[in-house]
């Protein structure tokens, strides 16, 4: 009995530590005379396999309004979403999960 929980417990805590899967965050704006909600149009990443990667989400709003966002987190990044394409993604419906992608933790 104690062999299983200990199995069980070790796989556990590997599976939580291997990989994790991410999207680019909802981003608002606020301004003195309104609030705006951005929409998410495109994801590139840089240096996806070292530990510098970064994804950077682009997001579009009204007039010339634009942001752009990092993600770092220190590991390497594979792309997992159906938008992909080598290293960009672009969604122009504004759907972040085509853009998704995956992380290995430390």
Do not use: H
């Not at 950077?56 to 770092?72: N, P, Q, T």
């Amino acid at each position: 009995m104690k062999l299983k929980v200990v199995t069980s417990l070790v796989i556990s805590l590997n599976m939580m530590s291997s990989t994790y899967a991410a999207t680019c965050p909802t981003i608002s704006v606020s301004r003195s005379q309104d609030a705006e909600d951005l929409s998410f149009t495109s994801a590139l990443v840089k240096d996806k396999n070292t530990s510098k990667s970064v994804v950077i989400c682009r997001y579009e709003g009204k007039d010339d309004l634009g942001v752009s966002a990092g993600y770092r987190n220190g590991t390497p990044i594979s792309t997992t979403g159906s938008g992909w394409t080598g290293n960009e993604c672009t969604a122009a419906d504004g759907d972040v999960n085509k853009c998704a992608f995956q992380g290995k933790k430390k």
